[in-house]
């Protein structure tokens, strides 16, 4: 089985296109953090997205609102068109993180991406 890479950088520093070139000449994926300290890279450097979604919030049911879901799907069906997704939420108000991403995957027509 193919094994599929992705990195995940912490600091803007690597907003740079020289470290594009290098992540996509060996085909590794730059994670998308949506997160305040992380910076949000969204370069496409390989055949999948990996996007990390930590603004999750204890007091919104679903996690993020219906406006907020609804601009993560659009962007999901955009990075579908690269390529797979691997979307999660993860961080934030964990306990509404199921929510959020079952409300994600019914934006999304109930197949995720």
Do not use: C
């Not at 094994?3 to 470290?19: G, M, S």
């Not at 070139?21 to 450097?45: N, R, S």
């Not at 993020?64 to 609804?70: A, F, K, N, R, S």
């Not at 990075?79 to 019914?106: C, H, Q, T």
């Amino acid at each position: 089985m193919p094994l599929r890479h992705a990195i995940e950088v912490r600091n803007p520093t690597f907003k740079d296109p020289k470290f594009y070139a290098l992540a996509k000449k060996y085909k590794v994926a730059i994670i998308f953090a949506d997160d305040d300290e992380f910076p949000q890279i969204d370069e496409p450097t390989t055949d999948f997205t990996y996007a990390r979604l930590m603004r999750s919030k204890a007091n919104v049911k679903t996690g993020y609102t219906g406006p907020e879901l609804d601009a993560w799907a659009k962007k999901a069906k955009a990075w579908a068109k690269r390529g797979d997704v691997f979307l999660y939420f993860i961080s934030g108000a964990k306990e509404n993180n199921p929510a959020a991403a079952m409300a994600l995957i019914e934006r999304l027509g109930g197949k995720g991406t």
